[in-house]
């Protein structure tokens, strides 16, 4: 079973931007789609990202549209989730996901995940 390691988080200040990265050990990650999920403090994880098997698909949150990308470089078994024009209210956990897939679909909802990082702290300051 693949699993997932999240890095990148930091503090940063409004207007920064930051690269997460997501790894895989333990398998490809080849054959999956993956997802970039976030939960801030007292609120549910919501969907921020997608991108599909081939990469040819991606999918945003509002909140992430044109701020922020993600990417997979499949050789080096990792996702990235560029972060740009950061502000406060982009303060929170993010979590990277798995599942399997082929082709160009995407999935946007955590029930569709199967597999899920710990967890890289972002904190936005103003």
């Known amino acids: 079973q693949v699993r997932l390691v999240e890095s990148g988080g930091r503090v940063v200040q409004a207007g920064d931007s930051l690269r997460l990265s997501c790894a895989a050990s333990g398998r490809t990650l080849n054959w999956h789609a993956m997802g970039w999920f976030r939960q801030a403090p007292g609120k549910e994880r919501e969907f921020v990202a997608a991108?599909?098997?081939?990469?040819?698909?991606?999918d945003y949150a509002e909140s992430a549209e044109g701020r922020f990308t993600i990417s997979r470089d499949n050789a080096k078994i990792t996702v990235y989730l560029q972060l740009n024009s950061l502000r406060p209210e982009d303060t929170a956990v993010y979590y990277c996901?798995?599942?399997?897939?082929?082709?160009?679909?995407?999935?946007?909802?955590?029930?569709?995940?199967?597999?899920w990082g710990q967890g890289t702290q972002v904190t936005v300051s103003s």
């Open positions: 996901a798995a599942r399997r897939s082929t082709g160009t679909t995407f999935y946007t909802s955590q029930s569709d995940y199967t597999t």
């Open positions: 991108i599909s098997q081939s990469g040819g698909k991606t």
